[in-house]
């Protein structure tokens, strides 16, 4: 890859779901240009990167369900001597044009990932310390920031950031972020620290999709104490609790219990229904779902609640047990879109496979004005 005319992409996403991140971004591309004379993408499986060939097609980050990373590949070193990493690796640096806002050395979400994780952990000030003399590498940003807004926003301020990905100990690829058109943590991985009170882990999914999906001010605006919410699948609580910790007062619908601090909460009116039977008495500000059903069936219940008024907005979990995964997501997505369009209803929505997601993806449904 390293003098080809092609421009060459490094994509992380979840082990296992290789095949699936580059399917989707191939079919970004082409959506552009008709993809010619390229390498088929360079995929192992369950090693939770891809490595795809495009020719001059640029791919957007946000719109890509299954890449938690978007990458530009500029380089790859492929016999690191164990003894001196650092001096292949500032050559090719001092290669490439530019200076970096930030340096960020990643490893696969693997176990064999991790077991490289102290080593990058050493190597970072070292590394940076020797790029910051080079002058490749500007300043010490912070390695975590919040997404900032793509619409709008200043393109001038942010210069990339450089990555050293190590897929193992003896070889590293060289490439390049663009702060505005990738996601702004450390191996794409919003990290959520689990709160004690919260009845379930899957809380973290919730907190991760408010990250992930909305910014600042768009959480302050949209999740507000007084809101209301309805919860369809809500026991043990973990969504629930993400709310009710914002002052917001939740319909928990589910035929399974309420645990902990949710069973008798004063924000919590719990309903042991059907959720795709449930209608609210009045429009509420938020549905969030998480029941375990057919995408095709949770795309309809979501669409429903759209087009009758009940909700303003959603998030909601699509279940991917199959293998045609983005075939059911398609027909999913597709299904909304299409009905919301056709009720004439304005919206936007982003859909994500989170860092806490499984065999699932989340998505963000939210009605704007015309
Ligand atoms: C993955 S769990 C939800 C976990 C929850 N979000 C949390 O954070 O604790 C799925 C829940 O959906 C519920 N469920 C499945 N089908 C349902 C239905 N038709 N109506 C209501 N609840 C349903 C199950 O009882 C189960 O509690």
Redesign the pocket.
């Known amino acids: 890859m390293n003098k080809t005319k092609n421009t060459h992409w490094l994509l992380y996403c979840r082990p296992g779901f290789e095949q699936d991140c580059a399917q989707e971004a191939l079919r970004q591309a082409k959506q552009q240009k008709p993809i010619i004379g390229i390498e088929q993408p360079a995929i192992v499986a369950d090693s939770g990167y891809v490595i795809i060939a495009l020719n001059e097609q640029s791919l957007c980050y946000r719109e890509l369900i299954f890449a938690r990373q978007l990458i530009r590949l500029h380089h790859s070193i492929e016999a690191l001597p164990e003894r001196d990493r650092l001096t292949p690796i500032l050559a090719a640096v001092a290669a490439l044009p530019g200076t970096f806002g930030a340096l960020w050395l990643e490893v696969p979400d693997t176990n064999d990932g991790k077991t490289l994780s102290a080593f990058t952990r050493r190597f970072q000030p070292l590394l940076e310390e020797k790029l910051q003399e080079q002058g490749k590498l500007q300043d010490n940003s912070p390695k975590t920031v919040r997404p900032e807004p793509v619409e709008g926003s200043a393109r001038t301020e942010k210069l990339p950031r450089l990555h050293i990905f190590f897929p193992d100990k003896s070889s590293a690829l060289i490439g390049s972020s663009d702060p505005y058109n990738s996601a702004a943590a450390i191996m794409g991985i919003v990290r959520q620290s689990m709160p004690a009170e919260a009845?379930?882990r899957?809380?973290l999914?919730?907190a991760e999709a408010i990250e992930v999906f909305m910014d600042r001010s768009e959480q302050t605006r949209l999740l507000r104490q007084g809101m209301t919410a309805v919860?369809?699948?809500?026991?043990?609580?973990?969504?629930?609790?993400q709310l009710v910790r914002r002052g917001i007062r939740v319909t928990a619908?589910?035929?399974?219990p309420m645990k902990g601090v949710l069973a008798k909460h004063p924000l919590v009116e719990h309903l042991k229904?059907?959720?795709?039977k449930f209608a609210p008495r009045k429009t509420v500000d938020w549905l969030v779902c998480?029941?375990?059903?057919k995408p095709s069936k949770v795309a309809k219940l979501i669409e429903d609640w759209f087009a009758a008024g009940w909700c303003r907005h959603a998030i909601f979990n699509l279940k991917l047990p199959m293998k045609q995964r983005l075939v059911a997501l398609d027909s999913a997505l597709g299904g909304i879109r299409k009905r919301l369009d056709e009720e004439g209803i304005n919206y936007r929505m982003m859909a994500k496979q989170l860092y806490h997601d499984r065999e699932e993806v989340t998505v963000f449904l939210t009605k704007t004005k015309g």
Request: glycine share 18%; net charge negative.
């Open positions: 009845p379930s899957s809380t999914k919730l919860d369809l699948g809500a026991a043990p609580g973990g969504w629930t609790w619908v589910d035929n399974g229904q059907d959720g795709f998480d029941m375990v059903e």
